[in-house]
Structure formats: structure tokens, C-alpha cells
């Protein structure tokens, strides 16, 4: 079964810059759609980007689009997240996704069959 380790978060100041990664094992990882959430305290998991599973299509909420990007590679079996410009509002848990034969712009968390562990994202003022 594939699994997925999200890391790269941390503390940052606003305006600052991190970027995510979600590590996948198996040999599959290029047949998902993924996708990342987020969640903060006493608040549902949001969408914030997905991408298809061959890279070509990419889709963003819309308090993130211009500031974040999603990528990934597929030779190494990771997706990432750039994010620019932080502000506190982004300060949440950032969970990467994944699920099968997804049609573009999956933005419902439970379309998404597999879940990284989530890496947590402070964004001080």
C-alpha cells in the first residue's frame, strides 16, 4: 500500500517563504491526482492545490493562487508546495492527498484516498 510523508514546515515570519514536501512510497505514485489541504484549530481541512497526475494541470484556492505553487516530480515520487509571501492567516496543519482518476479542479477532501501524517505551518507577524 502507498503511504505519504509530508515535511517542510515550520515557524516563518510574514512575507517569508517555505516550501512543503510529501514523499510517497510504491511504485504508483504517478497514477494519483494530489492534492494539499490544510487545517487549522477547530476549523475543517481546506483545500488549498491539486495537481494531475502527469503535472499538466494544476488548480488553486483562491487565498492562495499567486502565492503558492504546486508541483511535482514524478522520478522521485514527492509533491511540493512553494509558498510565498506567508501571511498568520496560512498558519494551519498541511496535509498532502492523493486519489485515483480524479477529474481536474478536486477540490472535496473526500475525493482524496490517501492522506500524508501533516506537517505544521506558523506564520508569525
Known amino acids: 500500500q502507498v503511504r505519504f510523508v509530508d515535511s517542510g514546515g515550520g515557524l516563518v515570519q510574514a512575507g517569508g517563504s517555505l516550501r512543503l514536501s510529501c514523499a510517497a512510497s510504491?511504485?504508483?505514485?504517478?497514477?494519483?491526482?494530489m492534492g494539499w489541504f490544510r487545517q487549522s484549530p477547530g476549523k475543517e481541512r481546506d483545500f488549498v492545490a491539486t495537481?494531475?497526475?502527469?503535472?499538466?494541470?494544476?488548480y488553486y484556492a483562491g487565498s492562495v493562487k499567486g502565492r503558492f505553487t504546486i508541483a511535482r516530480d514524478n522520478a522521485k515520487n514527492t509533491v511540493y508546495l512553494q509558498m510565498n509571501s506567508l501571511q498568520p492567516p496560512d498558519t494551519a496543519v498541511y496535509y498532502c492527498?492523493?486519489?485515483?482518476?480524479?477529474?481536474?479542479?478536486?477540490?472535496?477532501?473526500?475525493?482524496?484516498?490517501?492522506w500524508g501524517q501533516g506537517t505544521q505551518v506558523t506564520v508569525s507577524s
Open positions: 492527498a492523493a486519489g485515483h482518476s480524479l477529474p481536474s479542479h478536486s477540490m472535496k477532501r473526500e475525493m482524496y484516498d490517501y
Open positions: 510504491g511504485r504508483t505514485f504517478r497514477t494519483y491526482t
Open positions: 495537481i494531475s497526475s502527469g503535472g499538466g494541470t494544476t
